[in-house]
């Protein structure tokens, strides 16, 4: 009895924990995105106080996608050689950095372009993180659950941060205003991902985990 016992509260503790890993994620995956709404706002801004031309003001928000699809080629392979939870944490630190370079580049075209292809190249490494984590983790009857709400992050974060920026710009504050909100909040984020443990976080290339599993076992499985 004791031992059963046991290993009930070893897959109560196991399914606490995976809950809370998906929660950061998905929490994750809403603020790492508000950037792409905020610079739809911010076209008529731009446009006023550096003189950017409509081309320019465009290819801020496409050189993104062009950092997405290069961050996507190098993705799998940096998975493959890198400990997931220190790409994880590497990915948010560095994009607050980038987001961080855009709202103090002064409007300066070329400062901007950089930081928006990189805020883009750490940006996949979530996108495509997530829904592996999800098909590793989530239970069989929550996965199509699981994946709907991390899905819907994405464009409720965008929306978010368009009526951010616009909320702001209303009160006659500072269009960087809306950047720093997104990078403090992410500091809460990274912290949370810091204190999971790393077996919460890897993925799997080779094995699907189900309900009953109480653990990570390296030995029939492959670090993705």
């Known amino acids: 009895m004791d031992k059963i016992a046991r290993k009930k509260r070893r897959e109560i503790e196991f399914k606490k924990k995976v809950k809370c890993a998906f929660y950061t994620i998905c929490i994750l995956n809403f603020i790492r995105i508000f950037d792409n709404g905020i610079i739809p706002a911010l076209t008529v801004t731009f446009k006023e106080e550096y003189g950017l031309t409509d081309l320019k003001v465009g290819s ?3 050189i993104t996608y062009c950092g997405e699809i290069t961050g996507s080629l190098i993705a799998m392979t940096m998975f493959s050689k890198i400990p997931v939870k220190v790409l994880v944490i590497a990915c948010i630190l560095m994009q607050s ?6 709202a103090l580049s002064s409007g300066t075209y070329w400062v901007m372009c950089v930081c928006r292809f990189f805020t883009g190249t750490f ?6 993180y997530a829904p592996i984590w999800i098909d590793t983790y989530a239970p069989n009857d929550s996965k199509a ?5 991390l899905t819907v992050a994405t ?3 965008m929306v978010t941060g368009y009526l951010l920026t616009a909320v702001i710009l209303s ?8 950047f720093f909100i997104q990078i403090v909040a992410l500091f809460p984020i990274l912290i949370t991902i810091i204190s999971i443990d790393s077996k919460f976080l890897r ?12 653990d990570v076992n390296d030995e029939d499985s492959e670090d993705f």
């Open 60 to 62: 801020l928000g496409s």
């Open 97 to 102: 950095v980038v987001i961080m370079g855009f």
């Open 123 to 128: 940006q996949i490494f979530i996108s495509i």
């Open 145 to 149: 659950k699981w994946m709907t709400l």
């Open 155 to 157: 464009p409720g974060g």
């Open 171 to 178: 009160c006659g504050a500072s269009w960087q205003i809306s």
């Open 203 to 214: 993925i799997k290339s080779s094995r699907r985990m189900s309900e009953s599993d109480t």
